[in-house]
């Protein structure tokens, strides 16, 4: 869901350009982005995520479920690449595979 949010909230930022310098363009720029479908959908799905947590915590221990967590960039970084066309570079995807044992470590001991 927190996966959902982001590349929602990415792609229709970059539907809306840039937020202007000035005050009162800034304010209506920032009204459209929350009055957007797409946007108010990502809020939604933070949510529910929030709500899919706690009801995780009741079955789950925390040192278990939280690592999971730490898999939410890797698949932003795949989706973005993906679906937004952004770039990447070789020590990000390091890095991620790294988070990526790091999780599978903490499952296994």
Avoid: C
């Avoid at 959902?4 to 000035?22: F, N, T």
């Amino acid at each position: 869901m927190t996966v959902y949010g982001q590349l929602i909230l990415k792609w229709r930022i970059l539907k809306y350009g840039a937020l202007p310098v000035d005050f009162k363009p800034k304010l209506v720029f920032l009204l459209k982005l929350f009055l957007d479908p797409y946007i108010l959908s990502g809020f939604v799905a933070a949510f529910l995520a929030s709500i899919l947590w706690m009801a995780a915590m009741t079955k789950l221990e925390l040192s278990k479920a939280y690592p999971v967590m730490s898999l939410a960039p890797a698949l932003v970084f795949f989706l973005s690449i993906l679906m937004l066309n952004e770039s990447y570079s070789h020590g990000k995807l390091i890095g991620l595979i790294l988070i990526g044992i790091g999780v599978i470590v903490t499952f296994k001991f």
